[in-house]
């Protein structure tokens, strides 16, 4: 259309007061327009034209040139004195000059997602006394400080320290870590992150791995093995390049820092003797997008010597000879499982169990018999028998102590005996003082 000079005043004060050619505006706006106009009364040229309504209430300021419903319409009325024929559709008359119409372009409203972080402090592991670094530690270190985007696996049994490693590691780099425990019920939802219902409003909150990704932070995918195919919408992430969130159709980059580690007792491949049942084959497609592999063994005897000995202290406990006996025990059992002997292994983590059962029992075999008792019992009598072999300090305490109870035992028993000697004697004496003559 093309504005008259009042239209095109209002406009002008319009977009003045900060609505634009092509805002759309309800009738507060329109009021507030018409008011700095000195009080006009509404544009109803533009109220009342069908083309610049949005919605119920809501109106287009039209742009100069845009095309109106009556400029659209161009069909001619049907003469009332003749009989009702088709409609005639008039042609429009060309002009001679053509003027260019510009579409008028709507501006949607926009709308602002509420979104919170679950995040509230540092996510910089705390460093552990007891640690003694050990195998990769110091490759580990290496990687992290350089900072590279350069994701991996590391794998090996159960309690050799795999998580232990990641997280000291992180707090000698002073680097912040996310660990996010995978199962097979770990989604996209949990992982990238999904709505949350807070205070009546429907939240936005940002995953773990987004948090990561936009921290620049070290992203731990614990026990990686036991989830399935819903892992795979990480394939982006492990390839270093951004992510989008389609739930709110948003593409998050990662910021400079951010990789990449999981850990499994597996290599992805599964567990044919079933000791971690639940693992599960990997895609390979997502195993190919890990860089490297380290395989974690268990630490020497020395180091874990040095483990055991600073948790027996921590204990309160600090005994070198018990924790050379539980070192040793340990290794002839590895030993022989890597040999096929045994189906079962003493791991370092069972042995700082025992480490802090010792601080509270003060009982070296006691200590051992509870940490023991989650294996059958074959196999528990096995390992308690190894271990006095070891250890024949640990048995013969355990014989005086057995010896000293079955004294204390007896010795009750005696003085129970005479008291109720005396008590019988005391009872007969009564009974006889009591006897009167005929």
């Not at 590279?148 to 680097?175: D, W």
């Not at 807070?198 to 026990?223: I, K, Q, Y």
């Not at 639940?278 to 997008?289: F, Q």
């Amino acid at each position: 259309m093309i504005f008259k000079p009042k239209q095109k005043a209002w406009v002008e004060a319009a977009s003045a007061a900060g609505f634009p050619a092509g805002a759309v505006v309800g009738y507060p706006e329109i009021d507030a327009v018409c008011a700095a106009m000195g009080g006009v009364t509404r544009p109803w040229w533009l109220i009342n034209d069908p083309y610049f309504r949005a919605d119920r209430g809501k109106f287009m300021i039209p742009v100069e040139g845009a095309p109106t419903m009556a400029d659209v319409a161009g069909i001619a009325p049907v003469n009332p004195g003749v009989a009702a024929v088709a409609p005639v559709v008039a042609a429009p008359a060309m002009a001679a000059t053509v003027t260019p119409i510009t579409a008028a372009v709507v501006t949607p409203p926009t709308v602002v997602l509420a979104k919170a972080s679950a995040m509230t402090a540092c996510a910089i592991p705390a460093k552990y006394g007891n640690y003694v670094p050990f195998g990769h530690f110091k490759d580990l270190s290496t990687i992290l400080e350089s900072r590279m985007f350069y994701p991996g696996l590391i794998t090996g049994l159960s309690g050799n320290g795999k998580t232990m490693m990641v997280e000291q590691v992180c707090a000698k780099a002073k680097r912040e870590l996310f660990r996010v425990n995978i199962t097979k019920m770990t989604d996209e939802d949990d992982l990238l992150g999904g709505f949350r219902l807070v205070n009546g409003e429907t939240v936005w909150f940002d995953g773990p791995v987004v948090e990561a990704m936009r921290r620049g932070a070290v992203l731990l995918l614990d026990e990686v093995d036991l989830g399935d195919e819903k892992l795979m919408c990480l394939q982006p992430v492990l390839e270093g390049k951004p992510i989008l969130l389609k739930k709110i159709n948003e593409i998050v980059a990662p910021t400079a820092g951010f990789t990449i580690l999981a850990t499994a007792n597996t290599k992805g491949k599964g567990s044919d003797d079933g000791r971690f049942i639940g693992t599960h084959v990997m895609n390979e497609a997502m195993l190919d997008r890990i860089a490297f592999t380290i395989e974690q063994e268990y630490p020497s005897v020395a180091v874990e010597k040095k483990i055991i000995t600073k948790e027996l202290a921590s204990a309160g406990r600090p005994d070198t000879d018990f924790a050379e006996k539980l070192v040793n025990w340990a290794d002839i059992i590895r030993k022989t499982f890597y040999e096929g002997g045994v189906d079962e292994i003493i791991a370092t983590r069972r042995l700082v169990h025992i480490a802090k059962a010792y601080g509270i029992f003060a009982d070296r075999m006691k200590a051992i018999v509870f940490c023991l008792a989650r294996f059958d019992d074959e196999t528990k009598e096995a390992f308690m028998d190894l271990y006095t072999k070891v250890d024949e300090k640990a048995m013969a305490d355990a014989d005086a102590e057995a010896e000293d109870a079955v004294i204390a035992s007896e010795r009750a028993t005696e003085a129970a005996d005479v008291d109720a000697v005396y008590k019988l004697d005391a009872v007969g004496a009564a009974d006889v003082s009591d006897l009167t003559p005929f």
